[in-house]
């Protein structure tokens, strides 16, 4: 079946500093892949996505790319900030018919200090 | 104009109590689902409705019914809550392409 893996947090930056969150998958087809950030006490947000190899989702200064050869969708920004403390979750969805689910990694906590 | 909602946004009750969740959204979709997040952040699907049709029921405790009364809602309602229940869910909805989901607020529920 499908699944997600992400890589095991927590992660801890300071300000400014480059950040990567690691994603892979496994999936039959040609998932849509998805990132989500999840703020304390708060519910999930898109944060970008990608539908087809090649494709960069990007939003709030985070990017993340598409790539099938290696089947991954790594998370970067350049410069984080103390507001971007969050969990993110990669994510994929695979279309067709009956199959409308999202699969998620188990998340990574980042925590970006001053 | 909030697009998924939930309420309550927090449930304490006791073990044995019957309670509902309710969920409403406004963005038009047709499908809606029902996660449960427990204290690692692990997200679970519980289930999935398409134009008030279950297409997906995990291996949940059937204790726990999801009800649609149209495509806008998806109702939760848990019978003889137990303490392992205890959880945030959340609700979501997505059309039927490949976009993500959109998710509610959560409903943060303990049971004592």
């Known amino acids: 079946g499908d699944s997600v893996t992400q890589m095991e947090g927590p992660v801890t930056l300071s300000e400014e500093a480059f950040l990567t969150i690691n994603c892979t998958y496994t999936a039959t087809g040609y998932p849509s892949l998805f990132w989500y950030v999840q703020y304390p006490g708060e519910g999930l947000q898109l944060l970008l996505k990608a539908t087809k190899a090649d494709d960069k989702g990007s939003n709030k200064g985070f990017e993340a790319t598409y790539r099938k050869e290696t089947t991954s969708f790594h998370l970067e920004k350049g410069s984080v900030q103390v507001s971007d403390s969050a969990v993110y979750f990669c994510?994929?969805?695979?279309?067709?018919?009956?199959?409308?689910?999202?699969?998620f990694g188990k998340g990574t906590k980042l925590s970006v200090i001053p | 104009d909030t697009a998924v909602s939930q309420t309550p946004k927090y449930l304490v009750t006791q073990m044995g109590n019957d309670k509902s969740i309710k969920c409403e959204q406004n963005?038009?979709?047709?499908?809606m689902y029902w996660y449960k997040q427990d204290s690692k952040k692990f997200l679970k699907i519980m289930f999935s409705?398409?134009?008030?049709?279950?297409?997906i029921n995990e291996t949940v405790p059937n204790r726990f019914s999801p009800k649609s009364p149209d495509k806008a809602h998806l109702n939760l309602h848990i019978n003889s809550l137990e303490l392992g229940d205890s959880a945030v869910y959340f609700c979501a909805s997505s059309p039927l392409d490949r976009e993500g989901q959109y998710f509610g607020p959560g409903t943060r529920l303990t049971v004592t």
């Open positions: 409705y398409n134009n008030k049709e279950l297409i």
């Open positions: 963005l038009g979709h047709d499908t």
């Open positions: 994510a994929l969805r695979t279309p067709g018919a009956g199959s409308y689910q999202l699969t």
